[in-house]
């Protein structure tokens, strides 16, 4: 039986074309979830991992989405091969358990983890020249701008916090903290 597996790193990121891609090269069953590749425990791909049996065929659309490092994904297929399974990469091919078949495994899942290196080492750098900036503030950014949070703390002064968390949608909690963090600067 043929199995797909795709995965993309954050919640925002899609996987419909990993899925379409995965569909057309004949899967009958695809496991998916947004997941990070820098974790082994991924719940999905585990699961797939125990459901696969000899004869089985594992497919993935690339090397980075199986795993991140070159150690993980070499242990990982090998432990498939051992078992009988087949892996196919999608843009790689079928990788079979021979000495040419091993010996590109090696060399492509090094520069997976290459890729996935320099993608952190950018990031990296990007964080560093934005810190330079003033305005620049860690996390992630606020839900409600200033007026927003202004505006409900009016409101607040003649309704109750479910009332006006029913008017604007801003939580109780955010308006609490609003009301501490205002507070605060005026002490």
Not at 61 to 83: C, G, N, P, V, W
Request: contains cysteine; proline residues 2%; aromatic residues 6%.
């Amino acid at each position: 039986m043929k199995y797909g597996y795709a995965r993309v790193s954050t919640a925002n990121q899609d996987l419909q074309s990993q899925l379409q891609t995965l569909k057309a090269e004949g899967c009958h069953k695809i496991y998916s979830e947004k997941f990070t590749g820098t974790k082994t425990n991924r719940p999905q791909f585990q699961k797939l991992l125990s459901l696969l049996k000899q004869g089985d065929t594992l497919v993935v659309t690339k090397l980075d989405r199986f795993a991140r490092s070159s150690e993980d994904a070499i242990h990982t297929i090998k432990e498939l091969f051992k078992q009988g399974i087949k892996v196919h990469v999608l843009n790689m091919g079928l990788i079979e358990d021979t000495p040419t078949g091993r010996l590109i495994l090696t060399i492509m899942s090094g520069f997976a983890e290459f890729e996935r290196d320099m993608i952190v080492e950018r990031t990296r750098e990007g964080k560093a020249i934005a810190k330079q900036r003033d305005d620049f503030k860690e996390g992630r950014p606020n839900k409600y701008s200033k007026k927003q949070i202004e505006h409900a703390l009016k409101l607040l002064k003649s309704h109750s916090y479910k009332e006006v968390e029913n008017m604007t949608g801003i939580s109780k909690s955010t308006l609490i903290r609003a009301k501490r963090k205002i507070n605060k600067e005026l002490n």
